[in-house]
């Protein structure tokens, strides 16, 4: 079980997920819920697919754009922001884009933010010409830093990039946020957001081979009715057809219901699939439009 060398000769596709850590879960669960399921090799490193020729190799996050980049792996979940901070590493270093983003997955949100002491009065990017600011993500500073025009010194810590003000490494810090906490506990306060960040579907920039590529599809779809569903609800319910009108307007985020007609009555049957929460609130607010035994259902699989 354990993975074939040449990348060439492989007719399985291969998917490197972050081993341990905060994407680690919600990666598996995700792929998971597609129909995958894996056994895992005595190393823990490798998980050969069982359902479908779909395997799965456990790595370090930054690693993973490099393996999609040397073909090594076809697919890989990441940050966007690591995605990001690897491919402008690239570009800066002359070479091809090698990676792109192929889908968002709603997971691992995080903003890599500017952030400065509590104590400055912050009046704008201008400020920060000629100071130095520490960062893990040196490319995705740069690029913005360029954007705005400003010219200030870029300082590169691999970890604790929060303290680097108080150690007087730096005047201010680039790194992910997500609560903000961290940043308070160090005395400091976000003022500019560079870019919004979530766990990303990381695919080759160029095209698979029809084996792989057959395979990348299928799971693409899977993909995209499991992103689809994962917060929808099936909403039943039962209504004269007169009062159509009043109730459709109470479900926005539905997709167009499905009406039956019941049998020699002027009632009618609805099914709709609501992509926003179906909380009481709407459930009564339903019932007083003139709804009648309204049934809310989870929704395990879709396929479009
Ligand atoms: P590894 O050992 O795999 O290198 P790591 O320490 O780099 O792990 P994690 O801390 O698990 O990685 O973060 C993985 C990703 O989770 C980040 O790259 C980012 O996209 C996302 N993330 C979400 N919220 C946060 C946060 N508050 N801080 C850091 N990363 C976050
Ligand atoms: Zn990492």
Known sequence: MSPPTSATSRDRLRIAIQKSGRLAEPARALLASCGLSWRESRDRLFCYGETLPIDLLLVRDDDIPGLIADGVCDLGIVGRNVLGEQDGERRNGGREPAFREWRALGFGACRLALAVPESWDWQGVSQLA??????????????????????????????????????GQADAICDLVSSGATLSANQLKPVETLLQSEAVLAG?????????????????????????????????????????????????????????QLDGEDDLALQALCHGAVTWQRLEDLKRAGARGLMVLPVEGMLA
Do not use: C, N
């Open 130 to 167: 000629g100071k130095r600011i520490a960062t893990s993500y040196p490319a995705l500073l740069s690029q913005w830093l360029a954007e705005q025009g400003i010219a200030a010194d870029v300082v590169l810590l691999s970890g604790s990039v929060e303290i680097a003000p108080r150690l």
């Open 204 to 260: 080759p920039a160029a095209e698979f081979d029809a084996v792989r590529g057959e395979l990348a599809q299928l799971l693409l779809r899977r993909l995209d009715g499991a992103l689809r569903i994962r917060h929808s609800k099936l909403l039943l319910f039962q209504a004269p057809r007169r009062l159509l009108p009043a109730l459709l307007p109470l479900l926005p985020d539905a997709e167009v219901p499905t009406v039956m």
